[in-house]
């Protein structure tokens, strides 16, 4: 078993790599470097391991921008790689999803106990806060309650209302990231994405591009094995997410239905195509 690194070394060694996954190592220290990766297993691992990592990183958004538009050409050239890097995006943004839905579960509860207090101070406001009622001689003299009609409006605020203002106001789409290939002729793309998808949800289709092409594209989605019609969008222009640019295609509920389908986005740099799968 390898013995870790200390936080030195491993920075040492991550910069190694970098810089000759980027090709900016000097010729010399490259040959040494391929060398140590041929004939000791404990630095392959220790590369292997750092790989992974950078791999990781690169998904997260927690590279520098040099580092990442290094890696780039690296993570792209491989269906493995982007594959990798397709899936750790897609656990973190479950995660990141997770954890907000726990949010709102905890504030939803919250909001349930505000209005219970209130519906029960209410009803029975002198009962919920002082316990016994007062004698009746000291209720001779009190006005009678007002009541308000079902057509009129009531001063006070509807606890409903109070509770429903922070609620969402649409339903959040899903994303559907890919990242495509270049293919030559009739050749489809080798790696195919799997999502599974609300049936009434709105999809956001999120195409990874390169970083150094132009910023307009024309999408095409067919459906290989769905029954529906094939969409073109024109002149799609890309968006920057932590320094990656994609092109963005908001589809509404109901657009895809179950089924596979291919993505074509055509732009100053060529064809790219992604291939996916929709479930319910």
Known sequence: MTKPLSDRKRSALRGQLIAYLAETM???????????????????EQIHYAQ?????????GALSAVHRKQLGPWILSSSGRRQHVQLTSDLLYRARHSRAIAVR????????????L??????????????APPPPAAQVNQSPPTFIAPGERSTLEDPA???????????QPVVVQLVPEHVRGESLPTVIYSYTIPAPSPILLQILVPSDSGC????????????????????????????SQ???VDLPPGSLPPGQYTARISGPDGSLMGRFIVHF
């Open 118 to 131: 209130w519906g029960l101070r209410s009803l029975h406001p002198l009962q919920y806060f002082h316990g």
């Open 26 to 44: 000097p010729e010399a220290q490259r040959e040494g470097f391929e060398q140590r990766l041929l004939n000791e297993d404990a630095f392959s």
């Open 216 to 243: 307009e594209y024309s999408v095409t989605i067919h459906a290989e094995t769905a029954a529906v019609a094939d969409r073109h969008i024109e002149r799609v222009a890309c968006v920057t997410v932590r320094d």
């Open 105 to 116: 579960v905890a504030v939803a509860i919250t909001a349930a106990c505000v209005l219970l």
């Open 161 to 171: 209302s109070i509770a429903s203002a922070d609620a969402p106001t649409a339903i």
């Open 52 to 60: 992974q990592e950078l791999l990781e990183d690169y998904a997260a």
């Open 246 to 248: 994609y092109v963005d």
